[in-house]
């Protein structure tokens, strides 16, 4: 009976890290851990064929990763070998040396001498698709991020002592950058940290054949007690503060081994975020159009775009021509 208590505890928390996802263009069937995409996902087109199958951890391609088109005719194969790499397995790499191997490694994460990892160097003429977005980042399932507001002290620092700028929105025009008089009447030490947003651009680029995200700015949200307000506090440049976050080291037993500072932290993902915004002429938050629980499907579904566009990118690319 004991055996069969401990089964059933077990089978439950695997319950409880499965997510299912039915949309107009396709089904997914997907483990979290910690708010963070880790283990198994797997996607299916409307006709119930399998259209894509592979392992997170922790937010990255794990492993090996396989790509059906709607006939169930195998399009592509490739094993991860770490975040940014791969090798191909299908379609096979040709023996022609004149031929560029596409699963050759192009790009080594390198720390640079302030402490953080240079990003790719992207040329415009290698984004195959690009998407401008905004996510949230909460307290929970970020303890490393919030816990006695280490990130909230470190930012406030940087601003308030003007090591970095900071501006009124995220246009980062002179005109909305913030005055000494400004910062001197924020009186922060007043406010409480509810989240943050971050605007980033996701981009598939044809050199690595790969997608990545790369943070463009960063905004603290605030709740003032005495006014009863919650607002967005101000904006910074996230390449201005990357140096900053490199020097604040982070330790924790389940951490990968390849994350040491908090901004190895954001480099590699390792935080639970949802999508708040996605780039339009309108450019509306989800919350603009939609509400209760539609909010929190929106952003899952804004997600989950963002994983099939690559593996449709992927198929494309084995197209005949």
């Given at each position: 009976m004991k055996h069969l208590l401990l089964l059933a505890f077990l089978f439950?928390?695997?319950?409880?890290?499965?997510?299912?996802?039915?949309?107009?263009?396709?089904?997914?069937?997907?483990e979290q851990q910690d708010g963070r995409f880790h283990g198994t996902y797997t996607s299916f087109y409307t006709n119930g064929q399998k259209k894509a199958e592979g392992t997170f951890q922790h937010n990255q391609r794990s492993g090996q990763w396989t790509v059906w088109d709607s006939t169930g005719t195998l399009r592509t194969q490739r094993i991860y070998e770490g975040p940014y790499s791969f090798k191909r397995i299908y379609p096979k790499v040709p023996d022609n040396p004149v031929v560029q191997l596409l699963n050759q490694a192009i790009?080594?994460?390198?720390?640079?001498?302030?402490?953080?990892?240079?990003?790719?160097?992207?040329?415009?003429?290698?984004?195959?698709?690009?998407?401008?977005?905004?996510?949230?980042?909460?307290?929970?399932?970020?303890?490393?991020?919030?816990?006695?507001d280490r990130l909230f002290k470190m930012l406030d620092e940087v601003v308030s002592t003007q090591k970095v700028d900071c501006f009124s929105n995220d246009t980062f025009y002179d005109k909305y950058k913030l005055t000494n008089n400004q910062l001197d009447s924020l009186n922060t030490s007043n406010l409480e940290i509810v989240s943050y947003i971050i605007k980033k651009d996701d981009v598939f680029d044809h050199e690595r054949q790969i997608y990545q995200n790369f943070i463009l700015a960063i905004c603290p949200i605030v709740f003032n007690p005495q006014t009863q307000e919650t607002f967005r506090l101000y904006w910074v440049l996230f390449k201005d503060f990357r140096p900053y976050l490199a020097k604040e080291k982070i330790a924790s037993k389940n951490l990968p081994p390849h994350i040491h500072t908090l901004d190895d932290l954001f480099f590699y993902n390792y935080f639970a975020r949802e999508f708040f915004k996605v780039s339009s002429p309108k450019a509306l938050e989800i919350a603009d159009?939609?509400?209760?629980?539609?909010?929190?499907?929106?952003?899952?579904?804004?997600?989950l775009h963002t994983i099939e566009k690559e593996h449709d990118i992927w198929i494309d690319f084995t197209k005949k021509r």
């Amino acid at each position: 009976m004991k055996h069969l208590l401990l089964l059933a505890f077990l089978f439950s928390i695997v319950l409880e890290t499965q997510q299912v996802y039915e949309g107009e263009q396709w089904k997914c069937i997907y483990e979290q851990q910690d708010g963070r995409f880790h283990g198994t996902y797997t996607s299916f087109y409307t006709n119930g064929q399998k259209k894509a199958e592979g392992t997170f951890q922790h937010n990255q391609r794990s492993g090996q990763w396989t790509v059906w088109d709607s006939t169930g005719t195998l399009r592509t194969q490739r094993i991860y070998e770490g975040p940014y790499s791969f090798k191909r397995i299908y379609p096979k790499v040709p023996d022609n040396p004149v031929v560029q191997l596409l699963n050759q490694a192009i790009y080594q994460p390198t720390y640079n001498k302030e402490g953080y990892i240079e990003w790719f160097y992207l040329r415009e003429r290698m984004v195959v698709w690009h998407q401008r977005s905004w996510d949230k980042i909460y307290p929970k399932n970020n303890p490393l991020i919030f816990d006695n507001d280490r990130l909230f002290k470190m930012l406030d620092e940087v601003v308030s002592t003007q090591k970095v700028d900071c501006f009124s929105n995220d246009t980062f025009y002179d005109k909305y950058k913030l005055t000494n008089n400004q910062l001197d009447s924020l009186n922060t030490s007043n406010l409480e940290i509810v989240s943050y947003i971050i605007k980033k651009d996701d981009v598939f680029d044809h050199e690595r054949q790969i997608y990545q995200n790369f943070i463009l700015a960063i905004c603290p949200i605030v709740f003032n007690p005495q006014t009863q307000e919650t607002f967005r506090l101000y904006w910074v440049l996230f390449k201005d503060f990357r140096p900053y976050l490199a020097k604040e080291k982070i330790a924790s037993k389940n951490l990968p081994p390849h994350i040491h500072t908090l901004d190895d932290l954001f480099f590699y993902n390792y935080f639970a975020r949802e999508f708040f915004k996605v780039s339009s002429p309108k450019a509306l938050e989800i919350a603009d159009y939609k509400t209760g629980d539609d909010i929190q499907k929106e952003s899952e579904r804004l997600t989950l775009h963002t994983i099939e566009k690559e593996h449709d990118i992927w198929i494309d690319f084995t197209k005949k021509r």
